[in-house]
Protein backbone atom coordinates (compact mmCIF):
# COMPACT_ATOMS: atom_id res chain seq x y z
CA UNK A 1 0.00 0.00 0.00
CA UNK A 2 2.69 2.21 0.81
CA UNK A 3 4.56 4.28 -2.37
CA UNK A 4 8.02 3.51 -2.96
CA UNK A 5 8.78 7.16 -3.17
CA UNK A 6 7.79 8.87 -0.55
CA UNK A 7 9.58 11.66 2.16
CA UNK A 8 10.59 10.55 5.13
CA UNK A 9 7.71 13.29 6.88
CA UNK A 10 5.37 11.81 4.82
CA UNK A 11 5.95 8.50 5.02
CA UNK A 12 6.32 9.20 8.72
CA UNK A 13 2.71 10.16 9.07
CA UNK A 14 1.80 7.59 6.50
CA UNK A 15 2.97 5.05 9.26
CA UNK A 16 1.06 6.24 12.00
CA UNK A 17 -2.11 6.57 10.35
CA UNK A 18 -1.47 2.48 9.48
CA UNK A 19 -0.81 2.00 12.97
CA UNK A 20 -3.82 3.03 14.18
CA UNK A 21 -5.93 1.25 11.78
CA UNK A 22 -4.03 -2.00 12.43
CA UNK A 23 -4.44 -1.59 15.98
CA UNK A 24 -8.09 -0.73 15.58
CA UNK A 25 -8.34 -3.55 13.21
CA UNK A 26 -6.89 -5.90 16.11
CA UNK A 27 -9.15 -4.26 18.94
CA UNK A 28 -11.65 -8.03 19.31
CA UNK A 29 -9.06 -10.18 20.50
CA UNK A 30 -6.48 -7.34 22.47
CA UNK A 31 -10.35 -7.02 24.52
CA UNK A 32 -10.23 -10.40 24.90
CA UNK A 33 -7.10 -10.75 26.16
CA UNK A 34 -7.46 -7.79 28.70
CA UNK A 35 -10.83 -9.47 29.82
CA UNK A 36 -9.61 -12.77 30.31
CA UNK A 37 -7.08 -11.96 32.58
CA UNK A 38 -9.33 -9.23 34.49
CA UNK A 39 -11.75 -12.00 35.02
CA UNK A 40 -8.90 -13.91 37.29
CA UNK A 41 -7.40 -11.40 39.01
CA UNK A 42 -4.29 -13.12 40.72
CA UNK A 43 -1.09 -11.75 43.33
CA UNK A 44 1.83 -11.34 42.54
CA UNK A 45 4.13 -13.65 41.76
CA UNK A 46 1.12 -16.01 41.33
CA UNK A 47 -0.12 -14.99 37.77
CA UNK A 48 -0.12 -18.22 36.52
CA UNK A 49 -3.01 -18.09 34.43
CA UNK A 50 -2.41 -14.60 33.45
CA UNK A 51 0.95 -15.56 32.02
CA UNK A 52 -0.41 -18.67 29.93
CA UNK A 53 -2.92 -16.07 28.38
CA UNK A 54 -0.09 -13.85 26.73
CA UNK A 55 2.06 -16.42 26.21
CA UNK A 56 -0.46 -17.95 24.06
CA UNK A 57 -1.45 -14.76 22.78
CA UNK A 58 2.05 -14.54 21.87
CA UNK A 59 2.41 -17.95 20.31
CA UNK A 60 -0.90 -17.60 18.24
CA UNK A 61 0.56 -14.51 16.50
CA UNK A 62 2.95 -15.06 13.39
CA UNK A 63 6.28 -14.07 13.34
CA UNK A 64 6.81 -14.12 17.71
CA UNK A 65 9.17 -15.70 19.09
CA UNK A 66 8.11 -16.39 22.77
CA UNK A 67 10.29 -17.27 25.44
CA UNK A 68 7.37 -18.63 28.51
CA UNK A 69 9.04 -18.25 32.46
CA UNK A 70 11.30 -15.61 31.01
CA UNK A 71 13.90 -15.07 34.17
CA UNK A 72 11.00 -16.15 36.41
CA UNK A 73 8.36 -18.01 36.91
CA UNK A 74 4.92 -16.15 36.01
CA UNK A 75 7.26 -13.50 33.58
CA UNK A 76 7.60 -13.85 29.29
CA UNK A 77 9.19 -12.73 26.39
CA UNK A 78 8.22 -12.35 22.98
CA UNK A 79 10.44 -11.44 20.25
CA UNK A 80 10.05 -10.21 16.47
CA UNK A 81 12.78 -8.85 14.12
CA UNK A 82 16.31 -10.19 13.55
CA UNK A 83 19.16 -11.12 16.02
CA UNK A 84 21.04 -9.11 18.16
CA UNK A 85 24.15 -9.16 15.95
CA UNK A 86 26.81 -6.94 14.74
CA UNK A 87 25.19 -4.71 12.55
CA UNK A 88 22.94 -2.12 13.78
CA UNK A 89 19.32 -3.38 15.50
CA UNK A 90 16.97 -1.24 17.37
CA UNK A 91 15.69 -2.75 19.98
CA UNK A 92 12.31 -1.63 21.54
CA UNK A 93 10.45 -2.88 24.38
CA UNK A 94 7.17 -2.92 25.60
CA UNK A 95 6.28 -3.76 28.97
CA UNK A 96 3.06 -5.98 30.20
CA UNK A 97 2.11 -6.25 33.70
CA UNK A 98 -0.83 -8.00 34.98
CA UNK A 99 -0.88 -8.67 38.73
CA UNK A 100 -3.84 -7.63 40.81
CA UNK A 101 -4.69 -6.94 44.57
CA UNK A 102 -5.70 -8.75 47.66
CA UNK A 103 -9.38 -8.62 47.87
CA UNK A 104 -10.12 -5.80 45.09
CA UNK A 105 -9.00 -7.85 41.86
CA UNK A 106 -7.73 -5.44 39.34
CA UNK A 107 -8.20 -1.87 41.20
CA UNK A 108 -5.18 -0.84 39.26
CA UNK A 109 -5.49 -1.76 36.32
CA UNK A 110 -2.74 -4.28 35.57
CA UNK A 111 -5.22 -6.36 33.09
CA UNK A 112 -5.25 -3.02 30.64
CA UNK A 113 -1.60 -2.51 31.49
CA UNK A 114 -0.91 -5.62 29.49
CA UNK A 115 -3.25 -5.15 26.37
CA UNK A 116 -1.61 -1.71 25.79
CA UNK A 117 1.65 -3.24 25.86
CA UNK A 118 0.30 -6.24 23.29
CA UNK A 119 -1.61 -3.79 21.23
CA UNK A 120 1.46 -1.11 20.82
CA UNK A 121 4.23 -4.47 20.15
CA UNK A 122 1.22 -5.97 17.84
CA UNK A 123 0.97 -2.33 16.02
CA UNK A 124 4.54 -2.23 15.31
CA UNK A 125 5.26 -5.07 13.87
CA UNK A 126 2.29 -4.99 11.60
CA UNK A 127 3.11 -1.82 10.47
CA UNK A 128 6.74 -2.15 10.11
CA UNK A 129 6.03 -5.36 8.36
CA UNK A 130 4.37 -3.04 5.78
CA UNK A 131 7.56 -1.37 5.03
CA UNK A 132 8.40 -1.02 1.50
CA UNK A 133 12.28 -1.74 2.66
CA UNK A 134 12.47 -3.57 5.90
CA UNK A 135 15.94 -4.10 5.82
CA UNK A 136 16.55 -0.02 5.55
CA UNK A 137 15.37 -0.34 9.32
CA UNK A 138 16.72 -2.94 11.68
CA UNK A 139 14.06 -3.13 14.67
CA UNK A 140 13.87 -5.85 17.27
CA UNK A 141 10.24 -5.53 18.86
CA UNK A 142 10.52 -7.15 22.35
CA UNK A 143 7.74 -7.55 25.03
CA UNK A 144 8.41 -8.38 28.32
CA UNK A 145 5.73 -9.65 30.44
CA UNK A 146 6.50 -8.53 33.86
CA UNK A 147 5.12 -9.53 37.32
CA UNK A 148 4.27 -8.78 40.66
CA UNK A 149 4.75 -5.37 40.49
CA UNK A 150 1.58 -4.43 42.97
CA UNK A 151 4.01 -7.01 45.20
CA UNK A 152 7.61 -7.48 45.63
CA UNK A 153 8.99 -5.87 42.07
CA UNK A 154 9.28 -8.41 39.56
CA UNK A 155 10.91 -6.03 37.10
CA UNK A 156 14.09 -5.69 40.28
CA UNK A 157 14.30 -9.56 40.43
CA UNK A 158 14.25 -9.04 36.24
CA UNK A 159 17.07 -6.47 35.67
CA UNK A 160 18.85 -8.49 38.19
CA UNK A 161 18.62 -11.33 36.20
CA UNK A 162 19.57 -9.35 32.56
CA UNK A 163 15.99 -9.33 31.49
CA UNK A 164 16.64 -5.82 29.97
CA UNK A 165 19.67 -6.36 28.53
CA UNK A 166 20.11 -5.04 24.90
CA UNK A 167 17.41 -2.98 25.00
CA UNK A 168 17.49 0.66 23.62
CA UNK A 169 14.36 2.18 24.70
CA UNK A 170 10.88 0.65 26.85
CA UNK A 171 7.51 1.74 27.08
CA UNK A 172 4.63 1.24 29.18
CA UNK A 173 1.40 2.97 30.63
CA UNK A 174 -0.70 2.62 33.40
CA UNK A 175 -3.88 3.47 34.14
CA UNK A 176 -5.12 6.32 36.41
CA UNK A 177 -8.21 8.56 36.47
CA UNK A 178 -6.78 11.30 33.73
CA UNK A 179 -4.18 11.40 31.42
CA UNK A 180 -0.30 13.06 32.49
CA UNK A 181 2.65 12.29 31.13
CA UNK A 182 4.46 11.75 34.18
CA UNK A 183 3.45 11.34 38.14
CA UNK A 184 5.92 11.30 40.63
CA UNK A 185 7.03 7.87 41.29
CA UNK A 186 9.34 8.08 44.18
CA UNK A 187 11.82 5.63 45.54
CA UNK A 188 10.72 2.74 48.46
CA UNK A 189 11.83 -0.09 50.65
CA UNK A 190 9.69 -1.83 52.78
CA UNK A 191 10.90 -3.25 56.03
CA UNK A 192 9.08 -5.45 58.52
CA UNK A 193 9.77 -5.29 62.31
CA UNK A 194 9.53 -7.61 64.61
CA UNK A 195 9.85 -7.76 68.22
CA UNK A 196 10.05 -10.96 70.85
CA UNK A 197 9.33 -10.76 74.40
CA UNK A 198 7.99 -12.82 76.85
CA UNK A 199 4.61 -13.67 77.54
CA UNK A 200 3.00 -13.62 81.35
CA UNK A 201 -0.51 -13.25 82.57
CA UNK A 202 -1.30 -9.70 82.53
CA UNK A 203 -2.91 -9.34 85.50
CA UNK A 204 -1.63 -12.04 88.44
CA UNK A 205 1.98 -11.38 87.64
CA UNK A 206 2.57 -8.73 84.59
CA UNK A 207 6.09 -7.99 86.32
CA UNK A 208 6.89 -11.29 84.94
CA UNK A 209 6.47 -10.44 81.11
CA UNK A 210 8.71 -8.39 78.38
CA UNK A 211 5.87 -6.63 76.58
CA UNK A 212 6.46 -6.85 72.98
CA UNK A 213 3.27 -4.69 71.59
CA UNK A 214 4.90 -2.12 74.03
CA UNK A 215 7.85 -1.99 71.95
CA UNK A 216 5.45 -1.91 69.02
CA UNK A 217 3.89 1.31 70.23
CA UNK A 218 6.57 3.37 71.01
CA UNK A 219 8.12 2.25 67.41
CA UNK A 220 4.95 3.83 66.12
CA UNK A 221 4.99 6.54 68.02
CA UNK A 222 8.99 7.25 67.56
CA UNK A 223 8.27 7.38 64.13
CA UNK A 224 5.46 9.51 64.31
CA UNK A 225 7.19 12.14 66.41
CA UNK A 226 9.75 11.78 63.84
CA UNK A 227 8.17 13.02 60.98
CA UNK A 228 8.75 16.77 62.14
CA UNK A 229 12.14 16.30 61.17
CA UNK A 230 11.47 14.65 57.84
CA UNK A 231 11.43 16.29 54.94
CA UNK A 232 8.05 17.49 53.54
CA UNK A 233 8.37 15.03 50.83
CA UNK A 234 9.38 12.19 52.71
CA UNK A 235 7.14 9.55 53.89
CA UNK A 236 7.10 6.85 56.59
CA UNK A 237 3.90 4.80 56.57
CA UNK A 238 2.77 1.69 57.93
CA UNK A 239 0.86 -0.70 60.29
CA UNK A 240 0.67 -2.83 63.11
CA UNK A 241 0.73 -6.46 61.78
CA UNK A 242 0.60 -8.50 64.81
CA UNK A 243 -0.39 -6.98 67.91
CA UNK A 244 -0.84 -9.95 70.29
CA UNK A 245 -3.31 -12.83 70.97
CA UNK A 246 -5.13 -11.65 73.89
CA UNK A 247 -5.62 -8.93 76.73
CA UNK A 248 -4.72 -10.68 79.29
CA UNK A 249 -1.73 -12.27 77.56
CA UNK A 250 1.61 -10.28 78.23
CA UNK A 251 2.53 -10.10 74.14
CA UNK A 252 5.41 -12.50 73.62
CA UNK A 253 5.52 -11.49 69.36
CA UNK A 254 4.49 -8.25 67.58
CA UNK A 255 5.13 -7.34 64.29
CA UNK A 256 5.05 -4.31 61.56
CA UNK A 257 5.62 -3.27 58.56
CA UNK A 258 6.39 0.19 57.35
CA UNK A 259 7.01 1.59 53.95
CA UNK A 260 9.73 4.34 53.47
CA UNK A 261 9.52 6.67 50.72
CA UNK A 262 11.94 9.64 49.50
CA UNK A 263 11.75 11.65 45.87
CA UNK A 264 15.23 10.13 45.14
CA UNK A 265 16.85 6.82 45.86
CA UNK A 266 20.08 8.56 47.10
CA UNK A 267 18.12 10.02 50.04
CA UNK A 268 16.88 6.97 50.83
CA UNK A 269 19.53 5.88 52.90
CA UNK A 270 19.37 8.60 55.38
CA UNK A 271 15.93 7.71 56.15
CA UNK A 272 16.34 4.07 56.56
CA UNK A 273 19.28 5.50 59.24
CA UNK A 274 16.90 7.65 60.85
CA UNK A 275 14.01 4.89 61.30
CA UNK A 276 15.86 2.47 62.20
CA UNK A 277 16.78 4.27 65.14
CA UNK A 278 13.27 4.39 66.17
CA UNK A 279 13.16 0.35 65.31
CA UNK A 280 15.99 -0.37 67.41
CA UNK A 281 15.60 2.25 70.95
CA UNK A 282 12.07 0.83 71.43
CA UNK A 283 13.63 -2.72 71.65
CA UNK A 284 15.72 -0.93 74.27
CA UNK A 285 13.11 0.43 76.19
CA UNK A 286 10.96 -2.76 76.58
CA UNK A 287 14.24 -5.35 76.92
CA UNK A 288 12.55 -6.84 73.59
CA UNK A 289 15.02 -8.46 71.07
CA UNK A 290 14.11 -6.90 67.61
CA UNK A 291 14.57 -8.20 63.99
CA UNK A 292 14.54 -5.55 61.44
CA UNK A 293 14.25 -6.91 58.05
CA UNK A 294 14.12 -4.88 54.92
CA UNK A 295 12.49 -6.37 51.49
CA UNK A 296 14.74 -7.68 49.19
CA UNK A 297 13.69 -5.26 46.30
CA UNK A 298 14.24 -1.27 46.71
CA UNK A 299 12.18 0.46 44.04
CA UNK A 300 13.80 3.22 42.74
CA UNK A 301 12.52 6.08 41.43
CA UNK A 302 11.68 6.81 38.26
CA UNK A 303 13.69 9.15 35.90
CA UNK A 304 12.19 11.89 33.17
CA UNK A 305 13.71 11.78 29.42
CA UNK A 306 12.16 15.09 28.58
CA UNK A 307 12.46 14.17 24.62
CA UNK A 308 10.26 10.59 25.07
CA UNK A 309 7.98 12.77 26.73
CA UNK A 310 7.45 15.27 24.33
CA UNK A 311 6.97 12.95 21.88
CA UNK A 312 4.69 11.21 23.58
CA UNK A 313 2.82 14.51 24.57
CA UNK A 314 2.48 15.31 21.21
CA UNK A 315 0.93 12.11 19.61
CA UNK A 316 -1.60 11.72 22.50
CA UNK A 317 -2.44 15.12 21.59
CA UNK A 318 -2.58 14.06 18.07
CA UNK A 319 -5.06 11.32 19.36
CA UNK A 320 -7.29 13.34 21.52
CA UNK A 321 -5.71 13.16 24.67
CA UNK A 322 -5.84 15.61 27.23
CA UNK A 323 -2.76 15.62 29.59
CA UNK A 324 -3.25 16.78 32.87
CA UNK A 325 -2.08 20.23 34.24
CA UNK A 326 -3.99 19.99 37.78
CA UNK A 327 -0.62 21.14 40.55
CA UNK A 328 -2.35 18.99 42.88
CA UNK A 329 -2.64 15.89 40.51
CA UNK A 330 1.09 16.08 39.93
CA UNK A 331 1.87 15.75 43.16
CA UNK A 332 0.29 12.71 43.43
CA UNK A 333 3.11 10.22 44.09
CA UNK A 334 3.61 6.48 44.31
CA UNK A 335 5.95 3.92 43.79
CA UNK A 336 6.65 1.44 40.77
CA UNK A 337 9.12 -0.83 39.74
CA UNK A 338 9.63 0.46 36.74
CA UNK A 339 11.61 3.05 38.15
CA UNK A 340 14.96 0.90 38.86
CA UNK A 341 14.03 0.14 34.68
CA UNK A 342 14.45 3.48 34.22
CA UNK A 343 17.84 3.30 35.19
CA UNK A 344 18.82 0.61 33.19
CA UNK A 345 17.17 1.41 30.07
CA UNK A 346 15.80 5.23 29.27
CA UNK A 347 11.97 4.41 28.70
CA UNK A 348 8.65 6.01 29.55
CA UNK A 349 5.55 5.85 31.75
CA UNK A 350 2.65 7.88 31.17
CA UNK A 351 -0.86 7.38 33.02
CA UNK A 352 -4.09 6.97 30.82
CA UNK A 353 -7.50 7.72 31.35
CA UNK A 354 -9.79 4.66 31.61
CA UNK A 355 -13.39 6.73 31.10
CA UNK A 356 -14.38 6.59 34.59
CA UNK A 357 -13.69 9.17 37.72
CA UNK A 358 -12.84 6.23 39.87
CA UNK A 359 -9.47 6.22 42.04
CA UNK A 360 -7.19 3.21 41.34
CA UNK A 361 -6.97 1.02 44.20
CA UNK A 362 -10.83 1.22 44.87
CA UNK A 363 -13.39 -1.09 43.79
CA UNK A 364 -15.10 1.08 41.38
CA UNK A 365 -11.87 1.21 39.58
CA UNK A 366 -11.75 -2.91 39.29
CA UNK A 367 -15.25 -2.57 37.58
CA UNK A 368 -13.92 0.35 35.32
CA UNK A 369 -10.86 -1.42 34.52
CA UNK A 370 -12.82 -4.51 33.22
CA UNK A 371 -15.69 -2.39 31.31
CA UNK A 372 -16.09 -2.49 27.83
CA UNK A 373 -15.83 1.52 27.56
CA UNK A 374 -11.51 1.46 28.79
CA UNK A 375 -10.98 -0.21 25.31
CA UNK A 376 -11.31 3.28 23.20
CA UNK A 377 -8.63 4.67 25.71
CA UNK A 378 -6.27 1.36 26.30
CA UNK A 379 -6.11 1.61 22.23
CA UNK A 380 -5.63 5.01 22.04
CA UNK A 381 -2.70 4.94 24.73
CA UNK A 382 -1.02 2.01 22.59
CA UNK A 383 -1.52 4.09 19.50
CA UNK A 384 0.52 7.09 21.33
CA UNK A 385 3.04 4.68 22.58
CA UNK A 386 3.96 2.75 18.92
CA UNK A 387 3.55 6.15 17.41
CA UNK A 388 6.27 7.36 19.41
CA UNK A 389 8.42 4.31 18.84
CA UNK A 390 7.92 5.09 15.30
CA UNK A 391 9.73 8.26 15.73
CA UNK A 392 12.59 7.60 17.32
CA UNK A 393 13.44 4.61 14.25
CA UNK A 394 12.81 7.10 11.85
CA UNK A 395 14.46 9.26 13.40
CA UNK A 396 17.66 7.98 14.53
CA UNK A 397 18.57 11.40 16.15
CA UNK A 398 15.86 11.44 18.45
CA UNK A 399 17.16 7.96 19.86
CA UNK A 400 20.81 9.49 20.08
CA UNK A 401 19.21 12.46 22.54
CA UNK A 402 17.48 10.24 24.69
CA UNK A 403 20.33 8.42 24.97
CA UNK A 404 22.61 11.08 26.50
CA UNK A 405 19.41 12.31 28.34
CA UNK A 406 19.71 8.67 30.01
CA UNK A 407 23.41 9.04 30.64
CA UNK A 408 22.94 12.63 32.14
CA UNK A 409 19.99 11.84 34.85
CA UNK A 410 22.02 8.66 35.89
CA UNK A 411 24.77 10.92 36.40
CA UNK A 412 22.96 13.60 38.40
CA UNK A 413 21.55 10.93 40.78
CA UNK A 414 25.13 9.12 41.41
CA UNK A 415 26.39 12.82 42.25
CA UNK A 416 23.36 13.13 44.84
CA UNK A 417 24.13 9.38 46.21
CA UNK A 418 27.84 10.62 46.73
CA UNK A 419 27.14 13.57 48.31
CA UNK A 420 24.64 12.03 50.63
CA UNK A 421 26.89 9.62 51.62
CA UNK A 422 29.79 11.45 52.16
CA UNK A 423 27.88 13.70 54.70
CA UNK A 424 26.67 10.75 56.52
CA UNK A 425 30.30 9.28 56.73
ZN1 LIG B 1 -1.36 -0.32 42.17
ZN1 LIG C 1 -0.43 -0.29 39.22
Known sequence: FLPEEMSSSALLSELKHRLGVLIDAAEPKLHGLSRDIWTCPELAYQETQAHGTL????????????????????????????ELGPGPVVNVGFLCEFDALPGLGHACGHNLIAEVGAAAALGLKAVLEELPDRSSLPVRVTVLGTPAEEDGGGKIDMLREGAFEGLDVVFMAHPSKEDALYLPCVAEHDVTIRYYGRASHASA????????????VLCYNS??????????DWRV??????GGVKPNIIPDYTELEFYLRTPSRAELPVLKEKAERCFRSAAEATGCTVE???SKNRFDNMLRFWTLEQLYEQNGTALGMEFTTDEEVLKESGSTDFGNVTFAVPGIHPYFYIGANALVHTQEYTSAAGDARAQFY??????????TALDLLMNPQLLQKIKEEF???????????????????
Open 205 to 216: YPWEGVNALDAA
Open 292 to 294: VEF
Open 223 to 232: LSVLRQQLKP
Open 55 to 82: VDFFSQEPGWTVDPHFKLDTAFRAVWGP
Open 378 to 387: ALRTAKALSM
Open 407 to 425: TEEKHKEEDKETRLSTQRT
Open 237 to 242: HGIIKN
